[in-house]
């Protein structure tokens, strides 16, 4: 489970093979050595997106087999690009690869409103790898008409069939995850997981007739694999060499092939070598073998998450979207932070849960902060902050499992140049002090404590099934909310202080309240259109958190709601109360999860989660209007330049920085295009 970048705006608020293929990567995209002293994080801004860069702190510090295990890792991430393209909708790669050879050979008026609309769009598509809004999952609006990309594509002698064309521009296919209620979430959901003529009770009826030879250990159906109807039979098609998505699965596997080559150590060459076996079979006891082994290795400087892993995208939660994040431990902050783990039983013992619903051994708990060397998939450019793994529960419970903070990911928003918004937002100045003085520290250690402890923390009640058979669409953002509201209960108690991670636990939690009530219930909204309801995972946990909390205060007025000069304003009269409820809050969601009670989740979720307050949106919005800066960021990558001998031998890995975003797309469509349109 991965923290995505749900809290930018509170950061914001304060808060790859021939040595023919290795050439041709280096060579192909204009960079530039990276440096560490005044590091330019921007690289532009368009439509809703700043695009940023990260540095790699420390790689001059690893070995050069070491070097080479980075490098062999981020080659394989990057193969499996093209999946994730496919993975969103049908007709992603034909779009793309027709857009890009009109963007590249276009050599005509480029000064006209309209080829400035054609280029903020494929930057969007680039963005958002595919036609969908990455966040909001709306069929993102072209700028232009559909005549003139006619025009482009005829100037360019470029050729899009008609659906794939008139898709762009007509309502079809409007959500790429559509989970409102009352509708059929499968059907009505453009993600292409599913045939098109599948539904939501085609795969309950499908799954639901599987059992896992293990009970106790069950297999996670469907997490590699697309489920379609032939001649009217359901039938998955796995994700494997020689299957769906093969062509891009054996350059994965021939770059994990050369990562296995360097290993650090036995244990972490073993989970290679499972995940080999993984994509070769698509096997998924292999999956589970692959997972525990990948837990277990937890020695060496360098790790890794690649394959079909998150749910977020599957309207019904059983299939994972491809994804790979490489990454360099930060020894001093990781041996900083290890605290966390060290005391996991203590934090799962004092914690406000019923007590059947608390675990008597948190096993196997580890966390390290990271610096990021390398994404892929559906972790770039978009990228989670912090993630932890695996997902399965059983695994969770036997064998423990591994968080991570991405630090050079987060310092790289912290330097990215203020928005100015945190002025406009709060309530007094009290708040902004606290915000700017706190807020990073509070940021930093909510996530943690949302990773390490709060969702290794609680265990489901026997013979209840998984979370996404029981909770179906909910799910996700229930065990969003649920790891949130454990990072929010203890942000607010001495025990922070007492194991030496803040030297004022009451104002780092005052300031973390502050942030999250002033996010949950209006911050975020900038994010949304007019009438939109809140659709994605974890801005609905952030909205149901908050308004439950705000509603379960109001008899004691623990959150006021103050209007002054027209404007509204949260202000948290009671930090002590507020704790309190983000504990019952706390307490219920584990109990949800526990019981597996769909009818609890439901009238949660819906009724404080996805509803806007209209006159509340509206006047956000306008008082939004004076800030330029971008609600949403991402990142382009780092470039690993190989330096070889006579021989091919490498000799060096050189660290560079690409100079624009379109650059690194074009060479990242190029180089790692391995997929056919059509898949």
């Not at 001059?60 to 394989?76: C, G």
């Not at 993600?191 to 250990?217: I, L, Q, R, W």
């Not at 972790?379 to 050079?408: E, Q």
Request: net charge negative.
């Amino acid at each position: 489970m991965k923290l995505k970048l749900i809290w930018i705006l509170a950061i914001m608020l304060g808060f790859v093979f021939s040595c023919e293929e290795e050439r041709k990567s280096e060579t192909s995209e204009n960079t530039k050595e990276e440096f560490t002293e005044d590091f330019d994080y921007n690289v532009e801004q368009f439509a809703d997106i700043k695009v940023l860069r990260y540095q790699i702190p420390g790689w001059e510090n690893l070995s050069l087999k070491e070097q080479k295990l980075v490098y062999y890792l981020t080659q394989a991430g990057l193969s499996g690009r093209d999946i994730m393209w496919n993975m969103n909708y049908r007709h992603n790669l034909k779009i793309r690869k027709a857009l890009e050879n009109v963007y590249a050979n276009y050599d005509g008026d480029k000064s006209t409103d309209d080829w400035s609309a054609f280029e903020t769009y494929m930057k969007r598509v680039w963005f958002s790898s595919g036609i969908h809004h990455h966040y909001s999952n709306d069929k993102i609006k072209p700028g232009f008409s559909s005549d003139y990309l006619k025009k482009l594509l005829n100037d360019t002698t470029v050729t899009l069939d008609n659906e794939a064309f008139d898709v762009i521009f007509n309502d079809k296919d409007a959500k790429k995850v559509n989970l409102t209620k009352g509708v059929d979430n499968v059907l009505m959901s453009a993600v292409n997981f599913y045939g098109p003529d599948v539904t939501t009770a085609d795969v309950e009826t499908f799954y639901g007739n599987m059992t896992s030879p293990n009970p106790d250990k069950p297999l996670s159906y469907g997490l590699n694999s697309q489920l379609v109807k032939e001649n009217g039979v359901l039938k998955e098609r796995v994700y494997k060499s020689g299957g769906l998505y093969g062509a891009a699965i054996d350059e994965i596997i021939k770059w994990l092939e050369l990562a296995q080559d360097v290993a650090e150590n036995e244990a972490q060459g073993n989970a290679l070598g499972l995940l080999i076996d993984y994509y070769k079979t698509g096997d998924l006891q292999t999956w589970d073998d692959y997972n525990v082994a990948w837990t277990a290795a937890t020695e060496g400087n360098i790790d890794y998450i690649n394959s079909f892993i998150e749910v977020y995208n599957d309207p019904v939660g059983y299939r994972g979207s491809y994804e790979s994040i490489v990454q360099i431990k930060d020894f001093d902050m990781s041996e900083k932070m290890a605290v966390l783990s060290e005391n996991a039983q203590w934090f799962e013992d004092n914690s406000p849960l019923m007590e059947e619903h608390k675990k008597d051994s948190v096993v196997g708990v580890t966390y390290k902060v990271v610096n990021v060397a390398g994404e892929a998939g559906d972790a770039s450019p978009s990228t989670p902050i912090g993630v932890n793994l695996p997902n399965a529960n059983w695994i969770r419970a036997a064998v423990g499992s591994k968080s991570v903070s991405l630090g050079n990911i987060i310092e790289a928003y912290n330097n990215a140049g203020s928005s100015g918004r945190l002025k406009e937002f709060v309530h007094d100045d009290e708040e902004y002090e606290l915000e700017e003085k706190y807020g990073q520290v509070g940021d930093k250690l909510h996530t943690a404590l949302h990773e390490v402890i709060g969702h290794a923390s609680g265990q489901l009640n026997p013979g209840v099934g998984e979370t996404k058979q029981t909770l179906k669409k909910y799910a996700s953002t229930l065990e969003e909310g649920r790891a949130d509201l454990v990072g929010l209960y203890y942000l607010y108690t001495p025990k922070l202080q007492e194991l030496g991670l803040v030297d004022d636990w009451k104002s780092v939690g005052k300031a973390a309240y502050d942030g999250y009530i002033r996010n949950g219930l209006m911050t975020q909204l900038i994010r949304l259109k007019i009438g939109d309801d809140v659709e994605e995972a974890h801005m609905v946990n952030r909205q149901w958190v908050s308004a439950w909390a705000y509603e379960q205060g109001m008899e004691d007025n623990v959150i006021e709601k103050v209007t002054r000069d027209g404007k509204t304003y949260f202000n948290i009269t009671n930090y002590e109360k507020l704790h309190a409820i983000f504990g019952r809050l706390l307490k219920e969601t584990q109990r949800i999860k526990s019981e597996g009670d769909f009818k609890a989740v439901e009238a949660l979720v819906e009724g404080y989660g996805v509803k806007v307050d209209q006159a509340i949106h509206a006047e956000v919005l306008e008082r939004n209007k004076q800030f330029t800066s971008a609600p949403y960021s991402g990142f382009v990558n780092p470039v690993l330049v190989a330096e070889k001998d006579d021989n091919g031998e490498i000799t060096s890995i050189k660290v560079t920085q690409p100079e624009t975003f379109d650059g690194q797309m074009l060479r990242y469509s190029k180089d790692y295009g391995f997929l056919p349109s059509e898949n």
